[in-house]
């Protein structure tokens, strides 16, 4: 089983709304990632979890804030938005850094 | 720096072989991975090559020279469901993976 999921698949909100996209495995995988994708572009890196402990944090804006709660989940906090923003959000894991990483459906955010 | 480059787009016939091309310049090198990503869906694992040489697995086979910075993704026998665009990825230390431009292939019957 090498699956990811995300919820929810799409999402509209405003820009001073507050909304948290969730993410959820079951591999018993130590590493989690946030990544974000623009249309016709390369995933780009946002944040990596390594034993529920940021690891990395690539110069995201303050309104991204990730969260783990635990081993399986990771959410991502969305607060006052940029119409720029909008893009798919895509979640992955890997057993531990450096190992393959397997990716969710993602979340297609528009920011209006 | 951290320059992964394939070409932007090609084309080719159902029943065929393509090779993808990835040039890659990072620094901290620890492996290389093939992703194959169909429109609006996430990426899906294809090969990952660490040693120099050749990965076959069924149809797709993946080459890396570390010395050249250098690696393609072969496909034979095309299908009209391998248009994708595929993606080359980097490790660069132990967790950082970089994303090349990706190539956008169209299989024509």
């Known amino acids: 089983d090498t699956e990811v999921t995300q919820t929810p698949k799409h999402l509209v909100m405003g820009m001073t709304n507050k909304k948290s996209l969730k993410c959820e495995q079951h591999m018993g995988h130590r590493a989690m990632y946030w990544y974000k994708q623009k249309a016709k572009k390369p995933p780009e890196l946002m944040f990596v979890y390594s034993y529920e402990k940021l690891s990395i944090n690539e110069s995201v804006p303050s309104r991204f804030s990730p969260e783990c709660p635990n081993s399986s989940l990771l959410n991502l906090h969305l607060h006052a938005l940029q119409p720029e923003d909008s893009a798919l959000y895509l979640c992955?894991?890997?057993?531990?850094?450096?190992?393959?990483?397997?990716f969710g459906p993602g979340t297609r955010l528009t920011v209006l | 720096g951290q320059n992964i480059d394939q070409p932007t787009e090609m084309t080719a016939t159902e029943g065929a072989i393509v090779q993808i091309n990835c040039t890659y310049q990072t620094s901290g090198f620890n492996g290389l991975f093939w992703y194959q990503q169909h429109a609006g869906e996430a990426p899906t694992f294809l090969s990952y090559n660490v040693l120099d040489g050749l990965e076959e697995k069924g149809r797709f086979s993946s080459f890396l020279s570390r010395s050249k910075g250098y690696s393609y993704l072969l496909l034979k026998e095309l299908q009209m469901k391998d248009s994708a665009s595929y993606l080359c990825?980097?490790?660069?230390?132990?967790?950082?993976?970089?994303f090349g431009t990706g190539t956008r292939l169209q299989v024509f019957p």
């Open positions: 992955a894991s890997s057993q531990v850094l450096q190992d393959t990483q397997y």
């Open positions: 990825a980097v490790i660069r230390g132990t967790d950082k993976l970089i």
